[in-house]
């Protein structure tokens, strides 16, 4: 069972925009950096967010990221159908002395 | 760039342990941090743990710890997770992943996955 909460659906239409929330806790949004993965079906994760609101290189700027408090979130604006794939939110926990995933949200583009 | 590729499918009994391989490409091992994830069938992504650059050592999550060994060969640039005592609940996809720079910037580079099945 994870520390990171997250929807485990999101749906829009093409062009929309679709938000994903995270919530955690002090021990680990509260204190330390988020990043975001995006898991295409069947392929391995990719990161999509770094350090809360960064693009790697690549990363088309329709997706954003945003930290409050102990939550963060991913939003994905103008939607497109290569965009259905499982969201992860990510953060090191000093409890827990380890880097934790959230649980994981479905993103279905209607 | 960093190119990671990992050895192939594993059946494994319960109770046997299972090697996983990690191999690098494009930098060498020294220069980066690997880190060790799995997905059972349908379920989310979980870090199983890895290099802690900060003081040189290996972290095991807590879930794995007295399970799981990683362990370096920097003379082939190649990363190994084994774990022992497999169960049913082993039963997942392993994937290696890295960056070059501290953990909190995230993992930018995953190697294809390795799917590792218990069945008696």
């Known amino acids: 069972q994870s520390v990171l909460t997250q929807p485990p659906s999101a749906s829009g239409t093409p062009g929309q925009r679709v938000t994903i929330s995270c919530s955690g806790s002090s021990s680990n949004i509260g204190s330390n950096a988020v990043n975001w993965y995006q898991q295409l079906p069947g392929t391995a994760p990719k990161l999509l967010i770094y350090t809360n609101n960064q693009r790697p290189s690549g990363v088309p700027d329709r997706f954003s990221g945003s930290k409050s408090g102990t939550s963060a979130s991913l939003a994905i604006s103008g939607l497109q159908s290569e965009d259905e794939a499982d969201y992860y939110c990510a953060a090191w926990d000093d409890s827990l002395n380890g880097y934790v995933f959230g649980t994981g949200t479905k993103v279905t583009v209607l | 760039q960093v190119h990671l590729v990992q050895s192939g499918a594993e059946v494994k009994k319960p109770g046997a342990s299972v090697k996983v391989s990690c191999k690098v490409s494009?930098?060498?091992?020294?220069?980066?941090?690997m880190y060790w994830v799995r997905q059972a069938p349908g379920k989310g992504l979980e870090w199983m743990g890895g290099?802690?650059?900060?003081?040189?050592?290996?972290i095991y999550a807590q879930k794995f710890q007295g399970r799981v060994t990683m362990t370096e060969d920097t003379s082939t640039d190649t990363a190994y997770m084994e774990l022992s005592s497999l169960r049913s609940e082993d039963t997942a996809v392993y994937y290696c992943?890295?960056?070059?720079?501290?953990?909190?910037?995230?993992?930018?580079?995953w190697g294809q996955g390795t799917t590792v099945t218990v069945s008696s």
């Open positions: 290099f802690d650059p900060e003081d040189g050592e290996t």
């Open positions: 992943a890295t960056t070059n720079r501290p953990l909190f910037y995230g993992m930018d580079v």
């Open positions: 494009g930098y060498t091992l020294t220069e980066l941090s």
